[in-house]
């Protein structure tokens, strides 16, 4: 099946490189940057959220409104809008949009983070809570009759939704998270389980266990997976790595003028601050491991910004970074997430350097051996090879 690419827009032009300046809403800046994904050929957008950004649901509208094919993909945190309310409004999204919403759910790794937004549940509870919150959503959206629920953490009665999704049967969920509690419900749900980019030997332990977890749930269907780069590009090796120590220097260089003092989240990577949720403290793992692993994956970075968000980097000339994503294709991932340090520019260089390389070798290798399996069948295969 077509490998899917996932950009990212932000409301103003920042990244861990380029520290942001100007107000955190830039209107135009926001329509140019869903617009540079659309005219690239990505598939998707992930539209973050975070205690003190824009509100991702009002992003995701007005990136809709200002393209015509590019489907959404909506951060979202169970717990902060009530399952039955959450259900209408995605709904309502995808009905305006004519069926281009997915949602990711990020049920919260940090407690700090979610305390801004006065959730004081433990990172266990809320993975309680996701789980029902996610069983009252699926089912809002695809019940013709009233019904009720009522769990630990909701209870509700004879709702029903009007408002169904343009999607048939329902809207998209992916998933992210690496912890035990995550795999466990992410493999129930997730129509796509989210992971950052790895080692592949290390992505294949997670997919194995994301596998384990859907078939523990009693899914036949195993989940997509997708996983998430920082591609550094350039038209020679010696270019790519160029930048790639360029990019290194920028970020220590913010880090130590205080450019990243009014980023919470970031102004914890200048104390040394240990990260709670357990796919930051894999990253930082990876990189103190070595710094270049298999065939373009580069690690400090991420050891730079303290194993904060998908913050690896694939480096090399664009045939490099292409293959180096057909090697975790091999593995069974169905989604690639991609964004750059530098964001907008680096939007159309992918659009017209890398994913054409990507795809035109899927469509290759699909003519050549038939329609590509499903994760259950050749990439189970492929993931136990390396486990």
Known sequence: MPIEFVGMIGTREESESRPGSGPALNADYTRRFAQAHEDAGFDRILVALGSSSADPNQVAAYAASKTSTLKLLIAHRPGFLFPTVAARTFATLDQFSEGRVAIHIITGGNDAEQRRDGDYLTKDERYARTDEYLDIVKQAWTSNEPFDYEGTYYKLEDFFSAVKPAQDPRIPIYFGGSSAAAYR?????????????????????????????????GRTQMPGISVSFRPILGATEELAWERAHRILDDINTSKASGAWASNRKRAAVLGGAEPQNVGSQRLLAAAAKGELHDRALWTPVSQAVGGGGNSTALVGTPETVAQAMLDYIDLGVTTLLIRGYDPLEDATDYGRELLPLVRAEVARREAENGSAARPSTAANESVAALV
């Open 185 to 217: 419900v992410g493999g129930k749900h997730a129509d796509t389980y989210a992971l950052w980019g790895e080692p592949l030997a290390e992505t294949a332990e997670q997919i194995a266990s994301v596998y384990a977890s859907a078939r523990a749930a």
